[in-house]
């Protein structure tokens, strides 16, 4: 168990990276952000996570950075789906291809018995 003052002591981004190794089926990566071949920040099951935090009122992604990131989650075995976890403020937003979101949600409907 932390203590807050430990707690208050971290960066925010390692507590956000900490964050991601809690929730379901999410793992820290190694070595985030030291090592070129220690790909993105983290894993949340079948995405490759990168992590951003800014006490901004706003933030902006890239069409250059998402692509980077999207090949390296295919290049990450077994070949996994882009996404990013951004903290904005006290808002935290997961941000994914809306074709990766559609997927999952066809095959949750099928698992639901909704399909058509």
């Known amino acids: 168990m932390e203590t807050p003052w430990t707690?208050?002591?971290?960066?925010?981004?390692?507590?956000?990276?900490?964050?991601l190794d809690e929730l379901h089926e999410g793992k820290k990566g190694v070595?985030?952000?030291r090592h070129w071949r220690w790909?993105?920040?983290?894993?949340?099951?079948?995405f490759l996570v990168e992590c951003r935090?800014?006490?901004?009122?706003s933030f902006s992604i890239s069409y250059d950075e998402f692509q980077t990131i999207?090949?390296?989650?295919?290049k990450t075995?077994?070949?996994l789906l882009p996404a990013m976890q951004i903290d904005i403020m006290d808002l935290s937003l997961f941000v994914l291809r809306l074709i990766d979101h559609e997927d999952r949600e066809m095959r949750l409907a099928i698992?639901?018995?909704?399909?058509?």
Do not use: F
């Open 7 to 19: 707690k208050a002591r971290k960066a925010r981004h390692v507590v956000q990276e900490e964050r």
């Open 31 to 33: 070595n985030s952000g």
């Open 39 to 46: 790909k993105r920040d983290g894993k949340m099951g079948s």
């Open 53 to 57: 935090d800014t006490q901004a009122r």
């Open 70 to 74: 999207t090949r390296e989650a295919h």
């Open 77 to 79: 075995p077994p070949g």
């Open 111 to 116: 698992l639901d018995g909704e399909s058509d």
